[in-house]
Structure formats: structure tokens, C-alpha cells
């Protein structure tokens, strides 16, 4: 392939991308506002229309900042390819460091760091003015900034070293690097689920155990009725930061915990809690946790496969506007430029990896009517829909494309079949 026939197939599915997602967003608005003045007719008696009005209200704020967030990162994207931003940052950050791996390693981080300036104050904008504005930001200025900080330095101390072992391998491996790479990237994810609950989360969040003595033998009953181990049952002061609430479990093998938001705990009975950990628990049982980290695990191997084709194809770096790259430095370029241009070439996958993830979420809420009461879970996912402001009237393609659970009326349909 030529550089410029490589230029013209990213300018196609960039602006393909980027008007289909407008397209999806528009639709979204639409469907929502011609739905927001009627609760639809199977929720009627359980949320009122002034919730369900905040709720589109809510999704259409969404919807039109995504909007504006696309326009910049389209506009990014430009910037570090066509508009030969990478290359010139390449050129600055080669004349201030001698050494290969240091130009390297400099490059993704400043590029990362760019990247992250670029996106804070929509993240600001995100969390003190849109969230504030429904009630649902907790967050105080000095928390965010904190978040900011924490994040750096993990950053440093865990992925600087993890872009040093990638870049060596791909500079010293040979032909085959990516198959070593993908041995170590997988090694390295495991690694991190042990990790992550012990080490990392309570940086960010207090996790204290379950206080409540009859919730905690109720979930305990039934952790033994599915067959779950667990290291402890603990609360997440959730609430610092969101009034969202949520419970998941975390971490793998011994190290495995279960987490309820405190928020969750304060909205809903114990009953609806035990419906809503089952669910949860029904990802771990029928090994939709498992399957979808097999997936990743797969996915990682081919895009790191594409990335060993690519990094040594000049119409590669040449059609995304980096036509000087300098000796030993291609290897930084390439991961950023992969980086980068990957989503663009991966949009229309969505939906697919959708209807996997909804299958999943429908087996798991059949999983939980086998173990606790199915008019549970009905009750819980209401109060959580109203709670979270979610929309009952989603476009069902905008839908399709974006969200990883089924809408609200078909889970609730399908559970009524096992009430």
C-alpha cells in the first residue's frame, strides 16, 4: 500500500466514524425528547414522570457533551497525524535526550500527558458542572486534583516500566516480538487483578467491611448457596465522589472481594441487595468473567500481530503525516500512532462485542431469580434506574452501539418470565 492510498483509507473511516456517531447521538436526543413527557406504561406506579423526565433530561446533557468531546478528540487526532503534530514533538523530544530508549520513552509519556491535558477540563466540566447540575457530583475540587495526582504517580511507577519492557521487546526480540509482548501484556493483566484490590483501589477509596450484621449472613447464605469465595465482604465510600451507587467484586483467584457503594447499601433493602450480588455473581458462575477476558486476551494478540506488520511499513507512518522517524525511534511512533488510530478502525465492531455483553447481562439476571427472587431484582434495578437518572427510551440503534447492557424494559421483561 502507498502512503497516500493509507492517507485516504484513514481520512474515509475517520469521517465515517466521526458522522455515523454524530448521526447515533442526534437519534438518541430525538427518541429520548419525543418519550420524555410519558413513563412508559410498565413503569407507571413505580417511577414518577418528574424522575423520568430528569432522566432524559440527564442522558441528553450526556449526549450533547459527547458530542463536543468527539469534535475534539477528532481535532486531536488531526493534530498528532495529518497535521504532523507527532512528528514535530518527535523532532523536539530527539533534540533535548540522546539516548534511543529515553527519546522513546519521553515521546508516549509526553504525548500521554498531552493527551491528558487536553481532556481535563472536560473531565472538570464532567464532574462539577453536568453531574452537579443532577445532583449526583460529591466530589470536591481538592478530591479531583488528588485523583489527578494518585493517578500520576501510578502512572510513573507502574507504566513507565511497563513501556520500557514493551519497547525493549519490540526493539530485541526479533521478528516475533508481539507474541512475547502479548506473553508478557497477559502475564502482566493477571498480575494486576491480584493487585488492584489490596493495593491500588484503597488509594482511591476507603473500604471497610460490611457493618450490618443481617445483610452480611444473608449474603454469606448466599455466597454458599452459588458456591463463591470471597477474601471479605467490604463498603466503598462511593459516595466521596458520585451519588451513583453499584456493587461488583474485584481482584482473582484468593484475592477475590465483594464491594457494595455505600450508596447502594443506604437505597436498597437487603433482599434487593442479595438480588443485585447475585447478579454479579452470576458473571463469575457461568464464567462470563472468564470468556471476557479470554476475548481481550485474544483481541490483544491480533491487534499486537497487526502492530508487528505495521510498525515495519513506512506507508504506515508516511499516510499519518510522520515522514521523518528517527533511527531506532520508529518502534514509540508506531505504538502511538496504533494507539490513536485504532478506535477509528474498530468503531463498527461495537456492536457485536454489545450483543455479547447483553447476552451475559440477561444470563446473569436469570442466574439471580434462580437464587433470591426475580421481584427483587425487578425492584432493585427500578430504584437504580431512578436513582442513576438512567433513560427508560434509549434509541434502540444508539443503544445497540454503545451500551453493554439491555435496555431497561427488556431486562424487566425478561425477568418477569421467571417471577
Not at 514533538?89 to 487536553?118: E, T
Amino acid at each position: 500500500m502507498s502512503a497516500s492510498a493509507f492517507t485516504q483509507l484513514f481520512i474515509f473511516f475517520l469521517i465515517l466514524t466521526f458522522v455515523v456517531r454524530c448521526w447515533l447521538s442526534t437519534r438518541q436526543i430525538r427518541h429520548i425528547r419525543a418519550h420524555q413527557e410519558k413513563v412508559p406504561e410498565q413503569f407507571v406506579g413505580s417511577i414518577s414522570l418528574a424522575s423520568h423526565q430528569k432522566a432524559a433530561a440527564y442522558t441528553v446533557a450526556k449526549t450533547r457533551f459527547s458530542l463536543v468531546s468527539l469534535i475534539v478528540e477528532t481535532a486531536v487526532l488531526l493534530g498528532f497525524t495529518l497535521f504532523g503534530g507527532l512528528e514535530k514533538l518527535s523532532d523536539w523530544v530527539l533534540g533535548i535526550s540522546g539516548n534511543d530508549m529515553i527519546y522513546q520513552i519521553a515521546l508516549i509519556a509526553l504525548a500521554s500527558i498531552i493527551v491528558g491535558a487536553i481532556d481535563l477540563p472536560f473531565d472538570y466540566w464532567q464532574q462539577f458542572v453536568l453531574e452537579e447540575k443532577f445532583g449526583f457530583n460529591k466530589m470536591t475540587p481538592s478530591l479531583f486534583v488528588g485523583d489527578i495526582v494518585k493517578s500520576a504517580i501510578l502512572g510513573v511507577i507502574i507504566g513507565l516500566p511497563v513501556i520500557w519492557v514493551l519497547l525493549t521487546v519490540m526493539g530485541k526480540a526479533g521478528t516475533w516480538w508481539w507474541l512475547y509482548a502479548w506473553i508478557l501484556w497477559t502475564i502482566f493483566q493477571y498480575l494486576m487483578l491480584f493487585l488492584y484490590p489490596t493495593f491500588i483501589a484503597p488509594l482511591f477509596n476507603k473500604f471497610t467491611p460490611l457493618q450490618d450484621e443481617q445483610l452480611r449472613l444473608k449474603i454469606e447464605d448466599l455466597m454458599k448457596r452459588v458456591g463463591f469465595q470471597s477474601k471479605g465482604l467490604f463498603v466503598m465510600d462511593g459516595s466521596k465522589r458520585s451519588a451513583h451507587g453499584n456493587a461488583y467484586f474485584t481482584g482473582f483467584g484468593a484475592a477475590k472481594r465483594v464491594v457494595f457503594f455505600d450508596t447502594l447499601i443506604e437505597k436498597l433493602s437487603p433482599e434487593e441487595i442479595e438480588a443485585v450480588l447475585a447478579h454479579e455473581l452470576g458473571h463469575f458462575r457461568l464464567k462470563h468473567v472468564m470468556k471476557r477476558m479470554l476475548a481481550t486476551s485474544i483481541l490483544s494478540l491480533v491487534f499486537l500481530a497487526i502492530l508487528g506488520y505495521l510498525k515495519n511499513q513506512s506507508w504506515f507512518y508516511a499516510g499519518l503525516g510522520v515522514d521523518s522517524i528517527p533511527a531506532g525511534g520508529s518502534d514509540a511512533v508506531a505504538l502511538i500512532l496504533f494507539a490513536l488510530t485504532l478506535p477509528i478502525f474498530t468503531f463498527f465492531l461495537s456492536p457485536l462485542m454489545a450483543i455479547s455483553s447483553r447476552k451475559h447481562e440477561f444470563e446473569a439476571d436469570a442466574f439471580s431469580a434462580k437464587y433470591t427472587q426475580a421481584d427483587d431484582l425487578i425492584h432493585a434495578l427500578v430504584k437504580m434506574y431512578q436513582d442513576n437518572a438512567s433513560t427508560l427510551t434509549p434509541d434502540p440503534l444508539h443503544s445497540a452501539f454503545y451500551d453493554s447492557h439491555p435496555p431497561a424494559s427488556q431486562r424487566i421483561n425478561h425477568l418477569l418470565g421467571h417471577s
